[in-house]
């Protein structure tokens, strides 16, 4: 019998994988407990139709984020802090405040989660952030601290 594995199984096959299995098997374990379907050439159909959709949007998905690495390569921000008598900031400038700071000021909208802060910026000065953006892209943002 041949079922399209739907899920992982350890000893045979990853999901969307089409595996030659003994009848007892594929019925009472793989089809009942839910790691696979029998492989109609209807459900094969539309395995393939969905991963055709799947690669589709995650073409999208990778020119938009694309854009986005392009637009924070290119992009500057300002932000101002209070500062003591030493020269120091108070605190640190935040990856809310970052994220606060791209869409006030170059309406990006991002996610805090994408900013990689090796360490916290605690100086006034021009920073060079890295942003993971998934999908192995990278974009390096520019951050001046000022003084207030």
Do not use: C, W
Not at 103 to 121: G, L
């Amino acid at each position: 019998m041949k079922v399209l594995l739907i899920k992982d199984v350890k000893s045979l096959g990853k999901a969307g994988e089409v595996k030659e299995v003994k009848d007892g098997y594929g019925k009472n374990f793989l089809i009942g407990k839910g790691f696979a379907r029998s492989a109609t050439p209807e459900i094969l159909a539309q395995h393939a139709q969905d991963e055709l959709i799947v690669a589709e949007n995650l073409e999208k998905e990778v020119n938009a984020l694309k854009e986005i690495a392009a637009q924070l390569d290119k992009a500057e921000i300002i932000i101002t802090k209070k500062i003591g008598d030493n020269g120091h900031l108070f605190g640190s400038v935040t990856k809310d405040e970052i994220a606060a700071g791209l869409k006030k000021q170059h309406n990006i909208d991002i996610d805090k989660k994408h900013i990689n802060e090796k360490m916290a910026i605690k100086t006034i000065g021009e920073h060079d952030l890295d942003f993971k953006l998934g999908h192995g892209l990278h974009a390096t943002l520019h951050v001046d601290v000022q003084g207030e």
